[in-house]
């Protein structure tokens, strides 16, 4: 049975998104709602952005969320439907978003645990694991590496499915078999 709320972790670089997308590729079909995070405005990111759309299939629908992630939640296409799926890439560029604003994690978290609980498509989430590195020189560096772990442990506890992408490899952390997620 594949997941019906699924967080995939790990490193830049280390396979997350891949692994979402063809997980939602593999339940969704073409009924996927990707919910996506990031600002544009920043070259080196708008050309990720570019990059990760190209390998989205096109029926796929696009929200762009921004700091009103729960919001956006509650009312993305599908998301009442527990036939469809809704990806949401990232919740690191979220916090980060939250960090750069001022806004404190617990409240913003308390309103996604909304959202997600009143969502019925299948849901798969992406974040980073942060804590792995060097320690921030700067408060505000060390305020976000915080958050993002702390937001991390607290959707890990309440999905039912957590794999950790290392080098392209997903390892299950909690739930199912990774490799058996993505094919079902």
Not at 40 to 53: M, Q, W
Not at 136 to 144: Q, S, T, V, Y
Not at 149 to 172: I, R
Request: aromatic share 6%; proline share 5%.
């Amino acid at each position: 049975m594949t997941a019906r709320r699924l967080l995939v972790l790990g490193g830049t670089r280390s396979g997350k998104s891949r692994f979402a997308l063809e997980w939602a590729r593999t339940v969704g079909g073409e009924d996927v709602t990707f919910v996506a995070t990031a600002r544009t405005g920043d070259p080196e990111l708008d050309d990720r952005i570019a990059a990760h759309r190209a390998h989205r299939p096109a029926a796929w629908r696009t929200v762009e969320a921004g700091l009103e992630l729960p919001a956006v939640l509650a009312s993305a296409p599908g998301a009442d439907r527990p036939d469809a799926v809704v990806l949401i890439d990232c919740l690191t560029l979220w916090v980060s978003a939250l960090v750069e604003a001022g806004r404190p994690i617990a409240p913003a978290w308390e309103a996604l645990r909304a959202s997600l609980d009143a969502v019925a498509a299948r849901i798969a989430v992406v974040g980073d694991e942060v804590g792995h590195g060097v320690v921030p020189a700067f408060e505000l560096g060390r305020r976000f590496r915080d958050d993002q772990g702390w937001l991390n442990q607290q959707v890990a506890a309440e999905f039912d499915e957590v794999v950790f992408m290392v080098a392209g490899l997903p390892l299950a952390l909690k739930g199912g078999d990774p490799a058996r997620s993505a094919r079902s």
